[in-house]
């Protein structure tokens, strides 16, 4: 054999050698895959190829006291098609039946889905999109619709279902009503009865199984979720949307009227503490009004006069006045130090007795009946005060709550005219709802009483848990003393000399207390000094069923700004269409409120409520509130979509009512 053969026949055996050893390490991989890391290999793959997504339960609904949906979740739907699933001819076979149906159904031609679906099962497309945000009733549809009847596997159905939250009401209430939000770490956040009662309303996450096709896109696997989502708990709250609707709408036109910043208004049960209207109405750049934050909980602010009530309560209880006692408001205009406090009439109003200065709001009467009654130990009037609750925040369970302020002797601001400045609400503050509920334990004999915003929490008809009535404080004061007030209080609206006078009528009764503080007094500048006008207090006078404040910021001045002209009237208009719908609907002039519209539209609903229908009735031009409260008590399912009046109906008036009918109301 030559030299050059045996060179060869050496280089073949190498190389046979080697392929002998790779083959036998490519052997011991496979059996190393199989054996060692199979299970890891086929989890990693498994894991790329499939993936459990979350699902999110439906939110608890949040009820009003009658039982209409303040908040609710409803489920949306995504429908995508699957076309490498689907056999040629049965594509063939449904391709015009389902488009026409889809045509029917969304509103584009039926030539439209054609070119969709022709081209997807051209390109062999696992995931196009059909449509989008379908309510149960289209999804329900669309799932008998031809070829999509066949289910995800031979008709390439997909279906994805999203939850969302919807406010029927609207824009009324939305702040107090609020929101809740999560982020990826799981934390939540949010404002308002939403984010307070969130474990109540989240529920429990399901799982579904989802296989990833092309570009990232999941696809869910079969018609069923490895674990069901557990829907939320139902919340039922103590908010009457009636009374929510009146507070809201007369606030706003008050608001429009005189041009302010912001304000709101709160209405109370006064015996329970159960909240049933609560409005917070702030202004746009544009002069348009909206929930924009929540007022009436959040914002602490000087009181202005309102806080006399408290100054007087104080006062009588330690004895330091009598309401006989005589005070000389020396022609309105008293120095203390190097300050000088003043009445709003020019001249004062002489040598009155203490029950008179508080129906004429004096400040300087306050400010000399508390500076000399508690100069010599200035910390008696601040623990009076604080005896009565007024230094501490309610307690709700709605985030942002403001702390007052009330300070002490020794407290940095602290000075020699502290007393006199505190006497008629100045170097204190207190938001309206602390405000209120300290107006509200008046109302009731002395009993301080927490407001309330939630009743109970159910599961369908269960109860799962009640929130009764609190008690904060069995006694602000003496039955003496909340008697001598009560009257007080009545005065100033039912006198002729009293600050609320202007809001007085022989059919119904109120009582309450004006208040106009001023803000940034401290600036020299006039053009810069703005106004806080309140009205607080309740109604009937004699037994007082509702007490209520309303607040509104920065009017403009050369409309008005004292508290009996811009807040005094909304109260009024409050009470007197809660009086509409009381026993004593017949003894009531409605006519005598300023707002007429309100008015017009308020009886237009009251008329409309009271008739006997088997018929559809024309709710056209009504406010959407009014014609949800009338067709929901006909049995009537209503769907709203915009805010404002009614301008369109989806069955016409004179149809007749059937079980369950639903009901599409446009407004605008």
Same mark, same amino acid.
């Given at each position: ?5 045996k ?14 050893l ?18 890891r290999?086929?989890?990693?793959a ?7 997504f979350t699902?999110?339960?439906?939110r608890g609904?949040?009820i ?9 979740s409803?489920?949306?739907y995504t ?8 056999k ?5 076979e449904n391709?015009?039946?389902l488009?026409a ?7 584009k ?5 054609q ?6 099962k ?15 009733s289209?999804?329900?549809d ?6 999509f ?6 008709g390439?159905?997909?279906?994805e279902q ?9 824009k ?15 934390y ?12 109540y309303l ?7 199984l ?17 674990v ?6 139902d ?7 009636n009374i929510?609707?009146?507070a809201h ?16 208004v ?6 329970t ?24 909980i ?6 202005g006069?309102?806080?006399k ?12 006045i009598?309401t ?9 205009r008293?120095r ?5 406090v003043?009445?709003s ?8 007795s ?5 129906e ?9 009946m508390?500076?000399?009654?508690y ?7 601040v623990?009076?005060?604080m005896s009565?609750n007024l230094h ?7 985030k942002?709550e403001?702390t ?9 601001g ?18 309206p709802l ?17 407001p309330r915003?939630i009743?109970?929490v159910k ?5 799962i ?12 004061c ?34 309450g207390?004006? &208040?106009?503080a001023? %803000?940034n007094? *401290? =600036?020299?500048?006039? !053009?810069?000094? #703005? ?6 207090g ?14 509104i ?16 009237p ?9 009086y509409a719908?009381?026993p ?32 559809v009735p ?7 509130m009014?014609?949800v409260?009338i ?12 805010? &404002?009046?009614?301008? %369109?109906q989806? *069955? =016409?008036?004179?149809? !007749?009512i059937? #079980? ?9």
């Amino acid at each position: 054999m030559a030299v050059s053969d045996k060179k060869i026949l050496t280089r073949l055996y190498v190389v046979a050698g080697g392929l002998f050893l790779f083959a036998c390490a490519v052997v011991f991989k496979l059996i190393s895959i199989q054996v060692v890391d199979g299970d890891r290999y086929r989890d990693l793959a498994e894991k790329r190829t499939e993936k459990v997504f979350t699902i999110a339960p439906n939110r608890g609904n949040l009820i009003s006291d009658d039982g209409s949906l303040l908040a609710t979740s409803v489920s949306r739907y995504t429908i995508r098609f699957d076309a490498v699933t689907v056999k040629d001819e049965d594509f063939k076979e449904n391709i015009k039946p389902l488009s026409a149906k889809l045509s029917e159904l969304l509103g584009k031609s039926a030539s439209h889905y054609q070119q969709i679906l022709r081209k997807a099962k051209e390109n062999k497309n696992r995931y196009t999109l059909i449509a989008r945000n379908l309510d149960y009733s289209e999804y329900m549809d669309v799932k008998k619709f031809p070829l999509f009847e066949k289910g995800p596997y031979k008709g390439g159905l997909i279906i994805e279902q999203k939850t969302v939250r919807e406010h029927p009401l609207g824009k009324i209430a939305e702040r107090s009503v609020g929101y809740e939000n999560v982020d990826e770490n799981g934390y939540y956040s949010g404002v308002g009865l939403e984010r307070a009662f969130g474990q109540y309303l989240r529920g429990v996450e399901g799982k579904r199984l989802k296989q990833k096709i092309a570009k990232g896109q999941w696809k869910p696997i079969g018609w069923d979720n490895i674990v069901e989502p557990k829907d939320g708990y139902d919340l039922i709250s103590t908010i009457d949307i009636n009374i929510q609707d009146i507070a809201h709408h007369a606030l706003l036109g008050q608001l429009e009227k005189y041009k302010a910043d912001h304000g709101c208004v709160i209405v109370m049960e006064t015996e329970t503490g159960e909240v049933k209207a609560i409005s917070n109405l702030g202004r746009t750049a544009e002069g348009k009004y909206y929930e924009r934050l929540n007022y009436a909980i959040g914002e602490s602010h000087e009181p202005g006069s309102t806080f006399k009530l408290m100054s007087m309560v104080a006062a009588l209880e330690d004895k330091v006045i009598d309401t006989s006692s005589v005070l000389d408001t020396e022609k309105g205009r008293w120095r203390i130090y190097d300050r000088t406090v003043r009445d709003s009439k020019w001249g004062g109003y002489g040598k009155i007795s203490a029950a008179k200065a508080f129906e004429l709001s004096s400040n300087t009467a306050f400010a000399k009946m508390i500076h000399n009654g508690y100069k010599e130990k200035p910390s008696r009037f601040v623990n009076r005060l604080m005896s009565m609750n007024l230094h501490e925040e309610l307690g709700l369970p709605i985030k942002g709550e403001g702390t007052p302020v009330i300070r002490y002797p020794g407290d940095k601001g602290w000075s020699g005219i502290s007393l006199a400045w505190m006497s008629h609400g100045y170097e204190v503050s207190m938001t309206p709802l602390q405000t209120l509920t300290f107006y509200n334990a008046i109302a009731n004999d002395g009993v301080m009483v927490k407001p309330r915003l939630i009743k109970e929490v159910k599961e369908w008809n269960k109860t799962i848990q009640k929130f009764e009535k609190e008690i904060i404080n069995p006694a602000v004061c003496s039955r003496e003393t909340a008697k001598k007030v009560q009257q007080m209080l009545k005065n100033v609206v039912e006198k002729k000399h009293g600050t609320g006078h202007g809001l007085y009528s022989p059919n119904f009764s109120m009582a309450g207390k004006t &208040g106009t503080a001023q %803000k940034n007094y *401290v =600036s020299k500048d006039p !053009d810069k000094l #703005k106004y806080i006008s309140t009205f607080s207090g309740y109604f009937p006078a004699d037994e007082p069923k509702y007490s209520c404040i309303v607040v509104i910021h920065e009017p403009d001045k050369s409309v008005g700004y004292y508290g009996a002209d811009v807040s005094g009237p909304v109260f009024k208009s409050i009470a007197q269409k809660v009086y509409a719908t009381s026993p004593l609907v017949d003894e009531v002039d409605m006519f005598e409120a300023k707002y007429e519209s309100l008015d017009d539209a308020y009886q237009k609903y009251y008329a409309e409520a009271q008739k006997k229908y088997n018929k559809v009735p024309n709710v056209k031009g009504m406010s959407g509130m009014d014609a949800v409260s009338i067709l929901e008590n006909l049995g009537l399912q209503v769907e709203i979509k915009g805010n &404002g009046k009614v301008k %369109k109906q989806s *069955v =016409s008036h004179g149809t !007749d009512i059937t #079980k369950s009918q639903k009901i599409v109301l446009e407004l605008s």
